[in-house]
């Protein structure tokens, strides 16, 4: 069975991903910063009984990250689906941070989605199916988090360029616009989240949605 590549792996809804899709018992590559958090996500998923591969790569390192790539492609060949989850999340208002910082976190936020799809779609496209999923936020942007507001901005754009580019090749490109603080047990527990990513991943063509959003639970549905 073709594989799933997860690109930010560490805990968090990047693990519950990498976790739902090996329940679906699809092979899995993790990319993760450091090497002993992609490991860790790689025996979480081992768990499933499906195989896990850890790679380390920084989203922002280019090189590091189409290297990485290229690695997982090797292991488990041309992905069915690719998940984009790095991200620099931080409080900033506007002006606060410098020109060089601002550029570091859109390098994350949303240029290391850009390489990604880039690196790895024209081959899915050329099989003529496939899956390319960005973790996006931010539902409307707050000056508190003004780098973030901008790369989730940049995150909703990049996925609708590469859905028009790609969509008539069979591959199916969208969000999840998570619009709260991701904690386990809360409303927005990583593994609730990770279930919308199956359900774009498992979506027929007719159905394709750009964009689902996970908020709060409505009060009444906690009583």
Avoid at 50 to 73: I, S
Avoid at 107 to 126: C, E, I, K, Q, S
Avoid at 130 to 150: D, R, W
């Amino acid at each position: 069975m073709p594989g799933a590549v997860v690109i930010g792996a560490g805990p968090g809804i990047g693990r519950s991903v990498a976790r739902r899709f090996a329940r679906e018992g699809m092979p899995v590559a993790v990319l993760a910063r450091s090497e002993a958090t992609g490991r860790a996500t790689a025996a979480a998923v081992a768990e499933s009984g499906v195989r896990a591969v850890p790679l380390t790569a920084d989203a922002a390192d280019e090189d590091g990250l189409r290297g990485a790539l290229d690695a997982a492609v090797g292991a488990l060949g041309t992905p069915e689906v690719v998940v984009y989850n790095a991200a620099l999340i931080r409080p900033d208002a506007p002006g606060e941070l410098s020109a060089r910082a601002q550029l570091d976190a859109y390098a994350v936020n949303v240029v290391g989605a850009l390489t990604a799809a880039g690196h790895l779609l024209p081959a899915m496209a050329r099989r003529g199916h496939g899956t390319f999923l960005v973790t996006g936020g931010m539902p409307e942007p707050k000056p508190a988090y003004t780098s973030l507001s901008l790369g989730k901005a940049g995150v909703r754009a990049l996925v609708a360029l590469l859905a028009e580019r790609y969509g008539p090749a069979g591959l199916h490109v969208a969000t999840v616009t998570v619009d709260g603080p991701v904690a386990p047990g809360t409303d927005f527990d990583p593994d609730d989240i990770a279930e919308h990513y199956w359900r774009l991943h498992a979506e027929p063509p007719a159905d394709w949605r750009r964009e689902v959003t996970h908020g709060p639970r409505p009060a009444a549905s906690r009583d």
